[in-house]
């Protein structure tokens, strides 16, 4: 029977009572909610509600990245608490290498479990303790103590959010439909985008002699947990459906077992070369910035400039890459690493050329937003391709075992750049960047997800 719902959805995915859309329907493109692809029966009738829970959630926790910003707010804190200058080093690769080494761990923890949006909601409290602990010891402490308090916390905070980051993939995996997921995701980071440009605009325009008071920067924190906080309540609320529990068994042999995934599965193991290459378009921001300083002093108002610069650069162009990563997020990534690049290989040529641009703190404002365009596409392209490209069955084998590995690249590549940097933040911005092309090539030898 060919104009039967069961024949249409062969075809096109499952068919769930048709209802009128309102915001969804917007917001997604679709007439309804009907299409329901690599997502459970249970599911489809949520559709409208689940999107909307995984925008304000996305939203709130990505505001929430922008106001403690690991490469342009917390040194900033640091250097207000007269912390150490060695610490202000540390911060990155804590923030992101911790956040990642232990998932394929928790990936165990959370397969045993049919229903996994508590390990979410779990992590984003955790998230905002260790954030509003960090902002009583930007209150109570200064110099080295205060430093290593607020290196501890961030570890804290790196900690919550693999549990987070782990367990949210595999939900949305099981509550959002597969052409639907990169817009999502793209929505969200445009909206957040837009609300952190609103923030550094303020930073440039009235913070006024705020900027080297530690309480400044404690509200600022105090405000980004509160994002977490809310981003537990709206989470919680989502309607998720018991799943497979199989993958759940010993931590340790799982581990072991997993990491060979990344050695025998060809899709996985390409993936995860692409990935470890494209970490050239996250490790190259701070020799920017390095740059920048070296152009001209760096205040509150400068650092409002950065955070205006990447805010716009993920409000602009993220629903755009989010709806190109629905088509082909293995194409995203490509354009992602050929971009950032471009971008380097330019700002190296006129810094060794002495180009008379260099010295303007504007024209490494444009390189953020340029570099933040590229660094958009090729998260949103990683993040989407990581789920479409596994099944409901591998889907959080997959995003451990990638963000295991790429934990431990980090570290590599941190040493990396301290190397490089010796030669000067220039030849650092064209060694990353040249990574990222690499990362595009690597990106294109990828299966189609």
């Known amino acids: 029977m060919s104009g039967s719902p069961d024949a249409d959805g062969a075809a096109n995915g499952r068919v769930a009572g048709k209802k009128p859309m309102t915001v969804f329907g917007w917001l997604s493109g679709d007439e309804d909610a009907r299409v329901c692809k690599d997502i459970p029966e249970d599911a489809c009738d949520e559709q409208p509600r689940s999107f909307l829970i995984h925008l304000l959630t996305l939203t709130l926790t990505k505001v929430g990245d922008g106001l403690v910003d690991a490469k342009l707010v917390l040194p900033w ?58 902002a009583v010891a930007a209150l109570s402490f200064m110099g080295a103590l205060a430093g290593w308090t607020v290196v501890g916390l961030l570890a804290l905070f790196a900690l919550a959010r693999g549990i987070c980051s782990v367990s949210y993939k595999d939900v949305q995996g099981k509550t959002i439909a597969k052409t639907r997921r990169g817009t999502v995701s793209g929505y ?59 993958g759940g068994g010993n931590a340790i042999v799982e581990a072991v077992a997993n990491l060979k995934l990344s050695f025998t599965d060809s899709v996985l193991r390409r993936f995860l070369i692409a990935r470890t290459l494209m970490l050239g378009t996250a490790l190259v921001t701070p ?34 890459w989010g709806r190109l990563a629905d088509r082909s997020s293995r194409l995203v990534m490509v354009a992602g690493g050929a971009l950032a690049c471009g971008l380097g290989v330019a700002t190296w040529l006129l810094v060794e050329t002495g180009a008379g641009m260099v010295s303007s703190l504007w024209f490494y404002g444009g390189a953020i937003f340029i570099l933040g365009i590229a660094h958009a596409g090729v998260r949103l392209g990683r993040s989407t391709y990581v789920v479409d490209a596994s099944t409901s069955e ?13 934990g431990v690249m980090l570290l590599a590549g941190g040493i990396l750049g301290g190397i490089v940097q010796t030669a000067g933040p220039a030849a650092a911005v064209l060694a990353f960047s040249l990574m990222a092309g690499l990362a595009s090539i690597a990106s294109w030898a990828m299966k189609e997800a």
């Not at 992101?96 to 779990?122: D, N």
């Open 287 to 320: 020799f920017y910035v390095l740059l920048a300083r070296e152009a001209a002093s760096a205040d509150v108002s400068a650092l409002g400039l950065m955070v205006v610069a990447a805010g716009l650069a993920s409000a602009l162009s993220s629903m755009i």
């Open 77 to 134: 804190l640091l250097s207000a608490l007269g912390a150490p200058p060695f610490l202000t080093a540390l911060l990155v690769p804590v923030r992101e290498s911790l956040s990642l080494l232990p998932q394929l761990f928790v990936a165990a923890a959370i397969r045993r479990m049919p229903r996994r949006k508590w390990f979410w909601v779990a992590g984003s409290v955790g998230q905002a303790a260790a954030l509003l602990l960090m």
């Open 394 to 406: 591998t889907r959080a084998t997959y995003v451990a075992v990638s963000n295991t590995v790429i």
């Open 188 to 246: 969200a980071s445009s909206a957040s985008g837009f609300i952190v440009v609103a923030f550094g605009a303020w930073l440039v325009f009235f913070a006024g002699g705020d900027d080297h008071r530690p309480a400044f920067f404690a509200a600022i924190i105090m405000a980004a947990a509160g994002m977490w906080l809310l981003a537990a309540v709206v989470f919680s609320r989502l309607a998720e459906f018991a799943g497979a529990t199989r």
